[in-house]
């Protein structure tokens, strides 16, 4: 293991960023075998109730969806949406919608929520380095960190493509708290530690 480490602490940063790029390619694939071998669709009870509020979000925008009082959901009794769920990844990805519209690359709402998890996979890969990196100074130990974050079956199994719920974003927002939390502590900058503070509003 140590000749490992000393390995890929001789190479150069533009190896170590392309290996970290090929990492989170490899954590995105690895995700998405059902689409390849099906079809883009989402699977599971939650996800299907997680798709169908976040496309009244979009319809509908914020005020409407945290006022929203859906009759068809705990049957016979109904629902206050807004008061009710986490709404983190309902908002992460209608604004990932409205960006993409904005920069005229439309794209369909359901292929926004079925490839959410496996891109935030490769953000969570990202995370990991910079935490792991920041932790033990040692950029290597970042790299193997976000390969084996990128690779451990009980995160794949929570972020495949089309389980469309709240780990598939909360995992990334959590390791990158860490990150942000590690940083602003080891570096005492006030721009670190608003970072960290809007992260952690962002995970909660």
Known sequence: MESAFAYLRSLSPVIKLSILALICLLAFITRIFSVIRYESVIHEFDPWFNFRTTKYLVAE????FWNWYDSESWYPLGRVIGGTIFPGIMGTAATAKWTLDALFLPMDIRNI?????PVFAGFTCISTYFFTKE???RPEAGLLAALFIGIVPSYISRSVAGSY???GVAIFALVNTFYLWLKACNSGSILWSVACTLQYFYMV
């Open 113 to 117: 929520c079925v490839f959410l998890a």
């Open 135 to 137: 932790a033990t100074n």
């Open 61 to 64: 925008g914020w005020y409407s």
């Open 165 to 167: 719920d709240n780990e």
